[in-house]
């Protein structure tokens, strides 16, 4: 499944987010890629240890809480410490390549199991050309590019790409996560009954079949999720 979520950022986020950025030391965004990822990867990085990306980290951590419908997507158990890229210049791209299954934090030693992937954009389309994420799928491929605090959601399994910046620079932020929930069938049913739960509550309220409704779709994750 791939889903657009709206506005994780504030407009105050996103404003604080860019002066961060503006100032920050970036280097080869190969420093955290895999053997076959890293032959295609031309960009540009923040260092995990970098002031500007722990503070960056913590900002996108408190606004992906905030986000119900990144939360009723996902599902998430863990997430990787969000990274900070840039394109722009002669480190413009990123060629096709498949997330890596498992992500180790050389810091703390954790491992993530890659379900899904995400990217957060931080500059605004007009700010530069070309910098589509293309992710290549059984029915064709699908180019991305959303506004600046905006966030797309896809399996971690999919081939994807960069396609060159040729104006500009285009910033995001970008990460993986183990989901409770690791089939995607399963994600994807409770992703939709929780939709329509939703959209019952709004024309009903909390009617019996919004309650029998709810019961099932928690029910349903007690089943299938994994702590």
Not at 104 to 112: D, K
């Amino acid at each position: 499944m791939l889903l657009h979520v709206p506005q994780v950022l504030t407009m105050d986020e996103l404003a604080r987010a860019r002066i961060w950025l503006d100032e920050a030391d970036w280097a080869d965004g190969r420093m955290t890629a895999g053997s076959q990822a890293g032959r295609v990867k031309n960009n540009l990085q923040l260092p995990e240890n970098a002031p500007a990306a722990r503070r960056l980290r913590e900002l996108m951590l408190d606004a992906l809480g905030r986000s119900a419908l990144f939360f009723a997507a996902a599902l998430p158990r863990k997430i990787y410490p969000p990274l900070f890229n840039c394109y722009t210049g002669a480190t413009n791209s990123f060629g096709n390549h498949v997330d890596n299954a498992v992500r180790t934090h050389a810091a703390s030693g954790n491992h993530v199991r890659t379900d899904l992937s995400f990217t957060l954009f931080l500059a605004e389309p007009d700010e530069y050309a070309g910098g589509e994420l293309v992710m290549e799928h059984g029915f064709g491929t699908e180019a991305v590019k959303l506004p600046a605090g905006d966030l797309v959601l896809y399996p971690s399994s999919s081939v994807h790409r960069v396609e060159p910046v040729t104006r500009g620079a285009r910033l995001a932020c970008f990460s993986w996560l183990e989901s409770m929930v690791r089939e995607s069938e399963r994600r994807r049913l409770l992703f939709d009954m929780d939709q329509a739960i939703a959209a019952l509550r709004a024309q009903a309220g909390e009617s019996a079949e919004a309650v029998a409704f709810t019961s099932c779709y928690h029910n349903l994750l007690r089943m299938w999720a994994h702590s």
